[in-house]
């Protein structure tokens, strides 16, 4: 058998470490087609598992939530212009939630007499030939190429890579056509230790300095993050810093992942950049962060001394963004945490902690977490009439799954309540959409089910629950998810949060329009309800072929016993999808 581009195209993933590809393949494909038999025939167990995806949105999906959860890159393979459309919103997801994915996708031949192999066969390559497909998608990537010779493509794979996982981390886009992919190479290897991505910044050591004493002279310090619990290791070494600080606060923004424990005294919870800690704070600490606080909403003190540290501070593929800060720093989160601990820890500095004020501040901490924490529970009590709102469904819950459960969420106007009662203590144990291209969930849930059983072994992966508003459930094409689900038998637990519509552009309206005609109108007249009702479930069992488990709850006295049965079916290796009508909190 020949060596073409497209083995090569394969070996380098291998190389790379790269173990899955995500695939919706096409007329460009034939020598990805020949290279992967080729592949699972002469390289058995370390070619890339294939997994085939009737969707695109969901097949970039599953290799987002993959490797946001491991942080390891994964590929995905589409078919020329009309592929690379179809990834639709997850492009945008996978840009702003930081995730490491490598996109390839195919181009019409450029030759048509069969002067090279590879060249146009089918009426379709004229009709997908277009002036620069990689434009599709190359201001939501961090690097797109076409690929033009077989001659580098290891050297084009592994740039593209060093790019996806360097901070900040993100999508990159590949493409080349049929007789690039077709070219008979000599095979060759790359030296891979040349080809790592960037290593973390750290700050300087005036920086650490300037940080710290205004720390140790601040009443009410904050920190506000967003991205930091991605390094996993980040969530304890806030914590250490927070508990090295007495009095300091966290407030998590929602970026993606999990970045602070609920059980810790200094945590405030998930807020979208709004919170009154924010108006009172003296210090702030915005680390990796996007949206700190949203200023016609929510902001600072005049006076407050703000430092920004983030991978990107500038914020680079935004057109409007900026901070009051009085200094910004490029460093890694985890790097610029440890360093601020170590300073603060230090005899100069450590003297001051025990300070009356510095007490009396941890002590108040605590006392304020306890309260918050009742509040949070008062708030999710059932309603009279034996109905029940998100709050309530996601203490129960909790209850039930196991501890080590990741959940994939996608609540939209409902995040703050699953939040507050999901109360995630675990790094890596919440995850949610990176980005606001709706319809994340379905895919993202597969891919972290799926990142947890190569990790720990066949049957041994962590259990995963995927919470999602009945919109984002449509938007995340149920019909491709749960096919997905039962041909490569990866069992999730699926809670619709059905409250009968699309909320989010109501609340956008009353935001400007408080008083307008909108505010009086009803969700069918916005055209924002969704009546009929969909059998949500229904959706998900027509497309595995009946092979879910399918529940619908709308009474609280209900909701223990359905759960139960869910996660029992998940925990046997049955998928579940429960619709739960929930009411408005």
């Known amino acids: 058998m020949t060596y073409t581009a497209s083995s090569a195209f394969f070996e380098a993933l291998m190389e790379a470490g790269v173990t899955h590809c995500f695939v919706n393949l096409g007329s460009d494909h034939p020598s990805i087609f020949e290279a992967m038999v080729k592949g699972q025939k002469e390289v058995k167990g370390r070619f890339p598992r294939i997994i085939t995806c009737p969707n695109e949105m969901v097949a970039l999906s599953m290799a987002d939530g993959f490797a946001r959860l491991t942080r390891k890159p994964q590929c995905v393979i589409v078919h020329v212009d009309v592929g690379t459309l179809a990834l639709g919103a997850a492009i945008h997801n996978a840009n702003c939630g930081r995730a490491p994915v490598l996109i390839f996708a195919g181009l019409s031949p450029f030759t048509i007499e069969g002067e090279m192999r590879g060249s146009r066969t089918e009426y379709i390559h004229w009709i997908q030939d277009v002036p620069d497909q990689k434009q599709i998608v190359s201001q939501y990537c961090r690097y797109a190429a076409e690929i ?88 304890p070494a806030l914590v250490k810093l927070a508990e090295t600080v007495p009095g300091l606060r966290v407030l998590d923004t929602g970026g993606s992942d999990m970045c602070f424990p609920a059980d810790h005294r200094a945590w405030l919870g998930l807020r979208y950049g709004a919170d009154d800690s924010i108006k009172t704070a003296d210090v702030i600490i915005v680390i990796d962060c996007d949206v700190p606080w949203i200023n016609t909403q929510c902001h600072p003190k005049i006076d407050a001394k703000i430092f920004h540290i983030d991978v990107d501070p500038l914020k680079q593929q935004m057109p409007v963004f900026y901070l009051a800060a009085i200094a910004r720093y490029r460093a890694s989160s985890f790097t610029a945490i440890t360093q601020l601990t170590q300073s603060l ?91 606001g291209g709706l319809g994340w969930s379905g895919g993202g849930a597969l891919g972290i089910k799926l990142a947890t059983e190569h990790e720990n072994g ?25 096919w997905i689900c039962e041909r490569y038998k990866i ?44 059998d949500y479930a229904g959706i998900a069992k027509a497309a595995s072929s009946g092979n879910i488990l399918a529940e619908k709850v709308s009474k609280a006295e209900d909701l223990p016993g359905v759960l139960q049965k869910a996660i029992h079916s998940v925990l046997s290796g049955v998928t579940a999808v429960i619709d739960a009508v929930v009411v408005a909190e």
């Open 458 to 482: 066949p049957g041994r992966g962590k259990f995963v629950c995927q919470i999602v508003g009945d919109g984002s459930f449509l938007f995340s094409v149920p019909g491709s998810v749960y």
């Open 148 to 235: 033009k010779t077989g001659r580098n493509i290891k050297q084009m794979v592994n740039r593209a890579l060093q790019f996806a996982c360097s901070d900040p981390a993100g999508p990159v886009y590949l493409c080349g056509a049929r007789e690039v992919m077709e070219e008979d190479i000599t095979p060759y290897q790359l030296e891979l230790a040349h080809w790592n991505p960037v290593e973390p910044s750290a700050l300087t050591t005036e920086a650490v300095k300037t940080i710290s004493e205004a720390l140790v002279e601040a009443k009410e310090p904050l920190v506000i993050t967003g991205y930091s619990g991605r390094n996993h290791a980040t969530v």
């Open 345 to 435: 820890s230090s005899k100069e500095l450590s003297k001051h902690w025990s300070k009356p004020y510095f007490t009396q501040a941890w002590n108040a901490l605590a006392e304020a977490h306890k309260n918050r924490l009742h509040n949070i529970e008062v708030m999710a009590t059932p309603r009279e009439d034996g109905s029940f709102g998100t709050g309530h469904l996601c203490r129960q819950l909790r209850k039930l799954v196991p501890r080590d459960t990741i959940f994939a969420i996608e609540a939209v106007t409902n995040t703050f309540f699953v939040a507050d009662n999901i109360q995630a203590t675990l790094p890596g144990s919440w995850i949610n959409c990176g980005g």
């Open 491 to 534: 069992p999730i637990l699926t809670i619709v949060l059905n409250n009968k519509g699309w909320n989010a552009p109501r609340r956008s309206l009353l935001l400007v329009h408080p008083n307008g005609l909108g505010s009086k109108a009803t969700n069918d007249e916005l055209n924002i309800a969704f009546t009929p009702t969909p």
